[in-house]
């Protein structure tokens, strides 16, 4: 089992800059792929970044190429999302995932609970 809890969601303007957390915890929680989605009200759950356990495969969704960073600190069981140049289509609540294997569609095995993202124009 691995549990998952995101930080960092809060308001913001459009231009600005925020990250985002997800600390994990559990047996073997160090040796899974962790990734980002998110879900904006209406819509569905959407891939946004993932990183491979070691760090060294990272993926990105074609809309936040270039604005966002996905990283990770194994030694604090904790893995980023930098984000830059937000929108306000980059609203949504963020949740952080984990699976053993690193992938784009949603079906990571475990999931947090989200941290809410808003980006004013």
């Known amino acids: 089992q691995v549990q998952l809890v995101e930080s960092g969601g809060r308001l913001v303007q459009a231009g600005g800059s925020l990250r985002l957390s997800c600390a994990a915890s559990g047996r073997n929680s160090i040796r899974y792929a962790m990734g980002w989605f998110r879900q904006a009200p209406g819509k569905e759950r959407e891939f946004v970044a993932a990183?491979?356990?070691?760090?060294?495969?990272?993926y990105y969704a074609d809309s936040v190429k270039g604005r966002f960073t996905i990283s990770r600190d194994n030694a604090k069981n904790t893995v980023y999302l930098q984000m830059n140049s937000l929108k306000p289509e980059d609203t949504a609540v963020y949740y952080c995932?984990?699976?053993?294997?690193?992938?784009?569609?949603?079906?990571?095995?475990?999931w947090g609970q989200g941290t809410q993202v808003t980006v004013s124009s």
């Open positions: 995932a984990a699976d053993r294997t690193i992938k784009t569609d949603y079906t990571w095995a475990y």
């Open positions: 990183i491979s356990w070691s760090g060294s495969m990272t």
